[in-house]
Structures are given as C-alpha cells and as structure tokens.
C-alpha cells in the first residue's frame, strides 16, 4: 500500500459494530461466500469500489461521534471526491472505509464493502490482502510518510510480495520511470531526504500502482506543494486513473481540485453529509449553505475576493438540530430542532430545511 509500516501485523484494527438495518422489511445481510470474495479480489465484475451505508466512527469514547450516518459509494473506475474544512470528517471516512483506523476508534455500519468483499466479516489475512493489492494511498504530508532512516527501494520493496526481490525492483523501476522520476535505477537507493516534495509523492504513487491496485486513495495529496508542482502532480494522477482504469476517492478542501479530478462530490460537515451530487452541478448550484461557503471561499484569479470560512460557531454531530445552524446566514428557529435528512433535489441530495434557496436570499 505505501512505504514502511502502512501493513504492520501489530496495528490493533478497529471495534466493529455490525448493525442492523432499523427498517421493517429488509432482509438480514449475509456473509459473501468465499467464491464472491475471491471475484472481489480480482475486481472481476464489480460496480463499485467502496459502498459505506450507516457508518458511525466515534473516538476514545467520545460522547460526539468522528462521523454520524454517512453513506459513500465510489463506482468501479469512478471519481468522488470528500470535501469539507478541516475537523468535518473527511479522512476518518477514507479511513474507515478501508478499515485502516486504529483501535481508538469505535466503528459500526450497515454496510463496509470494498470490491464487493464484505470488510465487517472478512478475515484479517484476507483483509490485509485486499487492501495490499487492490488498494493504493497518497498522503498529505509526503515527509512523514516516509521512513527517514531507510531508502526508498528497500520501503517500497516491503509492499510487493510474491516475486524475487530482482523482479519487484524490476517492477519498481518501470513504475517509477512512468510517474516521472529520471533515473529510477539509481534514485531508488536514495533516502527520502533526497527528494523533493513533489518527487515523494511521485514515489509514492509509483509504489503504491506497483501492485496493481484498482482503486487510489489521495488525501490532500497537493497541499504540501508549491502550485507548479500541484499543477504537474494532478495530470499524473489524471492520467493514470484513466489509463488504468482506476477509482478514485479524492480528499481535499480545495474546490478548484476537485472540479479538475472528480465527477462527483461528497461535502462533509461536523461528521455529516450535507449535499453530494455532480460535480459539476454542485459546482454551479449549490443548495446547501455550506457548500456555498465552501465556494465562496475559494480563491479566483479574477473575480470577487473570497470570502474566509466562518469558523468556529458550528455545533458537534450529537447535538440536536443541523449542526451547522449557528453560522448559517440562512437558519431559522427549526434549524435548531430538526436534524435535516438528505432530501433529493433535480441531481442532487441536500440535507437543508430551507433547499432549494433563491439565489438572491442566499446571496
């Protein structure tokens, strides 16, 4: 999946909760036969990459859950992309959705499936395998995802199992010569200090195709990098998500990256999701006020200046009614009573008394 110590045996995985659906009428969930978890493996026939129904994260014991009730599918060879301020739940969900929290973490679902493999009954080893295989990450930070003290070569190495060690260099070398890093032979036994950046996020990219994954998980993957080299890293996942068939499940606050890379949008707020739908359509009219917060804080070229983030005043999950009603220009005394459902509206769900707004009250 990465560099060193991504797949450790000694990392206690999560306390999961399998929990029922609530609803009369539908039928109790089943484990996938084995025949069905090793087509998942191969991603043979698969719709879609990650389907989440129900999941609740909570951390420590915390009386607040990390993330109430959210849903997420990514489709087979599709783009989503989680979008939100910092604190609303993004990473937890990528996290979670792979079971790769830690044992802080208290986690119950409905539903956590990757490839169509049950992740709440599949065993450990085969866990381990699924994700090893058929998933690839890149890290915000692309520092401290690195081991200082080893080369890249022998990181990478770690994650490629199956083969000599001769033909996994081999396999590294070719990789890395296509995500754009000259001299792979050599910059291999290199230390991470001898890269750029921008070079270890290519490196990374570069271990984590190496296997063959089917789907790629980029947290933040740009934001520690200056904007040409922002610019240059987006094409190459582009590229490679198409040429490869990949899923993508993009993380990221930055609405002008997301536009570029996915077809869809997920907006999280205080561990909630309140609006998903196209890009597109959400990019050019947005229902929830939030999104539009999002968006007006974006920064343009040209154009009005943006508008910073009113921080600070939203509520936790727990609480009662929308959590963001204490920031929102539009509440009204209901906002504070009501958890608002994700309501359909044309292409998109919003969870919002007050959707669909007139643009000029929501302006």
């Given at each position: 999946?990465?560099?060193?110590?991504?797949?450790?045996?000694?990392?206690r995985p999560q306390r999961l909760v399998v929990r029922r659906p609530s609803r009369r009428g539908h039928p109790r969930r089943r484990p996938l036969p084995r025949h069905a978890r090793r087509r998942a493996f191969r991603g043979e026939h698969v719709t879609a990459a990650v389907s989440v129904r129900e999941l609740r994260v909570t951390y420590g014991g915390a009386s607040r859950p990390a993330l109430d009730g959210?849903?997420?599918?990514?489709p087979d060879r599709g783009s989503v992309a989680l979008v939100g301020e910092s604190g609303s739940g993004k990473s937890t969900l990528a996290l979670a959705a792979t079971r790769l929290l830690d044992g802080s973490a208290a986690v119950s679902a409905e539903e956590l499936s990757l490839f169509e493999a049950d992740l709440l009954r599949l065993p450990a080893r085969e866990l381990r395998a699924l994700r090893r295989t058929r998933v690839a990450m890149v890290f915000q930070d692309p520092r401290a995802s690195w081991n200082p003290t080893r080369t890249i070569a022998a990181q990478l190495l770690d994650g490629l199992r199956g083969e000599a060690r001769r033909e996994r260099r081999a396999r590294l070398v070719e990789v890395m010569r296509r995500v754009g890093i000259g001299d792979p032979e050599e910059r291999l036994d290199d230390y991470p200090h001898h890269f750029s950046g921008g070079m270890l996020q290519r490196a990374m990219l570069a271990g984590g195709l190496a296997h063959g994954p089917r789907l790629l998980i980029a947290d933040e993957p740009t934001s520690a990098l200056d904007t040409t080299v922002q610019a240059e890293l987006l094409t190459l996942i582009d590229e490679l998500r198409v040429e490869e068939g990949l899923s993508l499940l993009l993380i990221s606050h930055d609405l002008g990256v997301v536009g570029r890379m996915a077809a869809e949008v997920v907006v999280l707020f205080a561990g909630r999701v309140v609006e998903?739908?196209?890009t597109d359509e959400i990019l050019r009219?947005?229902?929830?006020?939030y999104t539009r917060e999002l968006i007006a804080a974006t920064p343009r070229l040209h154009g009005p200046r943006k508008v910073p983030l009113r921080v600070g005043r939203g509520r936790g999950p727990a609480e009662t009614g929308c959590s963001y009603a204490p920031r929102c220009p539009l509440a009204v005394e209901a906002?504070?009573?009501e958890t608002p459902p994700l309501r359909t509206i044309g292409a998109v769900q919003v969870a919002c008394i007050r959707a669909p707004v007139d643009e000029a009250v929501a302006g």
């Open positions: 999946m990465g560099p060193d110590g991504l797949e450790r045996e000694d990392v959210v849903d997420l599918d990514v998903r739908g196209p009219s947005p229902q929830h006020p906002c504070a009573q």
